[in-house]
């Protein structure tokens, strides 16, 4: 038997995720499309209106705060695994 956790609220207004053209009403939807869609994230994906969606609609306040300045970051290092990306 598998539990699932709900975070936030179900929208009256779904967020359209650009470039898949898929429309989720709930943060639990937007996980599963990002996961199942994972190599085709980028920072198209990843923006203000997706931080703004998550904060408004979903009352996700405190995860929307956290996410804002992974936004507007132009690059970051993981030190541990030497992984690196950055802003093209």
């Known amino acids: 038997m598998k539990a699932s ?7 009256e207004n779904a967020y359209n ?7 989720v009403y709930s943060m639990e ?6 996961k199942e869609n994972a190599f ?3 920072l198209s994906i990843m ?3 997706l931080v703004d969606w998550i904060g408004e609609e979903c009352k996700v306040w405190e995860l929307a705060k956290q996410l804002y300045p ?5 690059g970051c290092t993981i030190r541990k695994k030497s992984c690196r990306w950055s802003r093209y």
């Not at 956790?5 to 929208?11: I, N, S």
């Not at 995720?17 to 429309?23: H, K, M, P, S, T």
């Open 70 to 74: 992974m936004v507007h970051k132009q």
């Open 17 to 23: 995720v650009e470039g898949l053209d898929i429309r």
């Open 5 to 11: 956790l709900c975070v936030g609220e179900y929208c």
């Open 40 to 42: 085709l994230l980028d």
């Open 47 to 49: 923006n203000d209106k």
């Open 29 to 34: 939807e937007l996980c599963y499309c990002l």
